[in-house]
């Protein structure tokens, strides 16, 4: 069945370095768009960033920008987020979602959780 | 980029209808069919329940109906069910063509109670 698995959170000191992981299966990945969304804890969502299938354009919320960088690799159906000058505010479950076409997010993992921390 | 506004909380019982408004401006909910709506329950991962304003995704029950009216859309949901208490979240593409940034918004959230 389709499915998204993510990996890679972990506790890590403000202004650390972390890269997220997230693996697809069930689908044809490099036919999709794929985004990152975060939500601190008791917080509502966040969009975080958005890879085109191809790859060739990315687009981060104002937040992250200049700090997170999203790329893919479709020989491995693998969404990455690295996330550099990590910020207390970061900390919250990463989630990766599909996108059926549009800017919906049809799909979702089960998320991974990222504790900034000194 | 600021959130989209939805109402905090909002509460029926079982049976009724009940709607969440989502409202932003012209430069997304009101310029483009993009509006999504999801369902999450505690602790799990959101789920989509709505997408481009009014299409419900296969499997999801009819129940749900999306609409749009100018800068903001609406989430329906009638003969509420204790399996539709969540949290709801609209969302939206936008475009700020004075930094040429394009992204998605999400709204606060509405926290659903069915009484």
Redesign the interface.
């Known amino acids: 069945q389709v499915q998204l698995v993510e990996s890679g959170g972990g506790v890590v000191q403000p202004g650390g370095s972390l890269r997220l992981s997230c693996t697809a299966s069930g689908f044809t990945f490099n036919d999709y768009g794929m ?1 990152w ?1 975060r939500q601190a804890p008791g917080k ?4 975080v960033a ?1 890879i085109r299938y191809d790859g060739r354009n990315k ?4 937040s992250v920008k200049g700090r997170f960088t999203i790329s893919r690799d479709d020989s491995k159906s693998g969404l990455y987020l690295r996330m550099n000058s990590l910020r207390l505010e970061d900390t919250a479950v990463y ?1 990766c ?1 599909k996108s ?1 076409g ?5 799909v ?4 991974t959780t990222v504790i900034v921390s000194s | 980029q600021s959130a989209l506004t939805q109402p905090a909380s909002v509460s029926g019982s079982p049976g009724q209808s009940i709607t969440i408004s989502c409202t932003g401006t012209s430069s997304d909910i009101g310029g483009y069919n993009y509006v999504s709506w999801y369902q999450q329950h505690p602790g799990k991962a959101p789920k989509l329940m709505i997408y481009d304003v009014s299409n419900r995704p296969s499997g999801v029950s009819n129940r749900f109906s999306g609409s749009k009216s100018g800068n903001t859309a609406s989430l329906t949901i009638s003969g509420l069910q204790s399996e539709d208490e969540a949290d709801y979240y609209c969302s939206s593409y936008t475009s700020n063509t004075a930094l040429a940034a394009l992204a998605v918004l999400f709204g606060g959230g509405t926290k659903l109670t069915v009484l």
Do not use: I, Q, R
């Not at chain 1, 549009?102 to 049809?106: F, H, L, S």
């Not at chain 1, 979702?108 to 998320?111: E, M, R």
């Open positions: 985004h969304v509502g969502l966040e969009w958005f687009y981060y919320s104002d989630f979602a059926p549009g800017w919906a997010m049809d979702w993992g089960k998320g």
